[in-house]
């Protein structure tokens, strides 16, 4: 019998992936070197024409370390140079600025220069998406079924490197760094859930624990990251439901410790950079004659809160207008993605719950019927796990796919959905399996056109994105909307 060759892109995946993303890389830097002109913004020029490393500010063609330096890379790079200054740069990642700043110090090879900071944050950002492309191929192969883990996760890898945020991934922005943290974390959580059957063990324990550390550092990056923290806590709340029937299990008490730590390192993502804030501007700092109002909150003073509301207008639908309907509609896209894949893998949960017996099956020998019946047990344990923990991914990205459809500027979803790895996963399933499922004869007619209409839905979603960014890279590096 004929056997099927895999293509030589499932043959080496890794391998495969990582000729995709220099070709792609290559492609987005051309156009973003290309790009119509230095915009109506001259903030990088100016900075880097103090040092020689820019080009004329008078309207000469930018450099290309200028066009690399675009809308929140400024803030980026010079709070890596100078540290936290005025109150507003508090709401870039505190993570993110503090590394680029060591590694450039470390590196000393223009000391003082913001190139230098602007180049040492491109090159944390191409190695980190690099990096998250291997962790989300690893990941889509945890959650996939079984006999298709290679193509779907191959194709999902893929996605995230033509991911809508484009030339953010190369830029000196937290996005690449966050996608990074966070995949990783996602890929321990899926594995201390999924990996193991039976008796909970000491080392799943601790795998949970440094998921939560790898959620914590992502939310230093990209404030954002605190959401991963849902996971944890609808684990840990289930666990808790648990422990009335089960007060005297050493093991799940130690699961409960385990994922109580994780969250609490979650947390401290966020809690420890407003911390170091609160006591750089409410406490230490001796120019400032007024105390700023947030530095009186009772609950709980967030400087991250306070500079999203009073700088840059977010709030509770304070986006809503008619000026802004042009960011909700090209925003439509991703938005969608994350609202279906998140319904579809919560839904899948419990269609799998309800699930009707199986058809008798003919006769077998007792031998046979213990084996088989054996394989599919496992097959279905591992199958409900994978569909469970598939839809614990769901729920961060359900989170901030509402936040920003009702409180953030819209717009920012297409970069901030890069580093959630679930619809990424389920858009290349969904390719695949519509691609390759038969349809039954008795079926055919309403059913096919629907498939394939679904089909092409997707597939028009993905080249949308592709050329979105492509154009955005172009757009970007000139300083032009959208950011």
Not at 144 to 149: A, D, K, L, M, S
Not at 322 to 327: C, D, E, I, K
Not at 336 to 355: G, K, Q
């Amino acid at each position: 019998m004929a056997t099927t060759r895999k293509p030589q892109s499932v043959q080496q995946p890794i391998t495969s992936l990582i000729i995709c993303f220099i070709l792609w890389k290559i492609l987005l830097l051309a156009v973003a070197w290309i790009g119509p002109g230095s915009g109506y913004d001259t903030s990088s020029t100016l900075l880097l024409a103090r040092e020689g490393a820019g080009s004329d500010p008078n309207g000469g063609c930018p450099s290309f370390t200028t066009r690399l330096m675009s809308w929140d890379a400024i803030y980026f790079v010079s709070i890596a140079k100078t540290g936290y200054l005025y109150e507003q740069e508090w709401a870039f990642g505190w993570g993110y600025t503090n590394l680029l700043s060591s590694i450039s110090k470390e590196l000393n090879l223009t000391p003082g220069s913001i190139a230098t900071y602007v180049w040492t944050g491109v090159a944390v950002s191409h190695v980190s998406h690099l990096l998250a492309v291997i962790l989300l191929y690893l990941l889509a192969r945890k959650l996939t079924p079984e006999g298709v883990e290679d193509h779907s996760a191959f194709v999902a890898a893929a996605l995230h490197i033509v991911s809508p945020a484009g030339i953010i991934l190369s830029a000196p922005y937290g996005e690449a760094l966050y996608s990074l943290l966070s995949f990783a974390g996602t890929l321990l959580f899926v594995h201390a859930m999924c990996a193991f059957h039976g008796r909970q063990t000491l080392y799943q324990d601790s795998i949970i624990v440094i998921a939560g550390a790898l959620f914590g550092f992502a939310t230093t990056v990209r404030s954002n990251g605190i959401f991963n923290g849902a996971m944890i806590a609808f684990e840990f709340a289930s666990q808790l439901i648990n422990l009335p029937w089960n007060l005297s299990s050493l093991v799940l008490w130690r699961k409960i410790v385990a994922l109580g730590l994780a969250g609490l390192l979650t947390a401290a993502g966020f809690v420890v950079p407003q911390m170091i804030a609160f006591y750089d501007i409410c406490l230490d700092r001796p120019r400032v004659s007024w105390p700023r109002p947030w530095c009186g909150a009772s609950l709980f003073p967030s400087v991250y809160t306070w500079v999203q509301d009073y700088y840059w207008g977010v709030g509770f639908f304070r986006y809503w207008n008619m000026s802004n309907l042009p960011l909700f509609v090209l925003s439509a896209p991703i938005l969608w993605l994350l609202f279906t894949s998140a319904a579809d893998s919560l839904m899948r949960v419990l269609h799998f719950s309800n699930r009707q017996a199986p058809p008798p099956r003919p006769v077998q020998s007792k031998e046979n019927l213990a084996s088989q019946n054996k394989s599919e047990h496992q097959s279905e344990t591992s199958h409900a796990l994978k569909t469970m923990v598939t839809a614990k991914l769901a729920i961060p990205q359900l989170i901030i796919a509402i936040l920003a459809l009702t409180n953030f500027h819209v717009q920012s979803i297409i970069r901030v959905s890069s580093g959630y790895p679930l619809w990424y996963v389920w858009l290349a399933s969904e390719l695949l399996q519509q691609k390759s499922d038969t349809i039954p004869e008795k079926s055919v007619g309403d059913t096919i056109v629907a498939r394939r209409n679904s089909l092409f839905r997707h597939h028009i979603v993905v080249r949308g994105i592709i050329t979105y960014a492509i154009v955005h890279a172009g757009l970007w590096s000139s300083f032009l909307p959208p950011a």
